[in-house]
């Protein structure tokens, strides 16, 4: 599979420097632990494939056009 895709956020000086640690710690680099992290958690997911096309198909017709998702923090 062709990794194209970026997931990209914002973390605070000190998660950053955690996280470089964590990474160092495994010998990894930071993306091949965040690959990892996204991998687990997906696994964990388990979305199921007829979910997987209703939103792909919503996400490609509102291409150009983000949403407004409510969010919880």
Known sequence: MTRDKRIATSVTSEDKLDFQIAAMRRDVSE?????EI????LEEEDIPDEVREYFKEELESDQGNPKTVATAD
Do not use: A, Y
């Not at 993306?31 to 690959?35: P, V």
């Not at 996204?38 to 958690?41: E, K, L, M, P, S």
């Open 38 to 41: 996204v991998d687990d958690f």
């Open 31 to 35: 993306s091949e632990l965040l690959r």
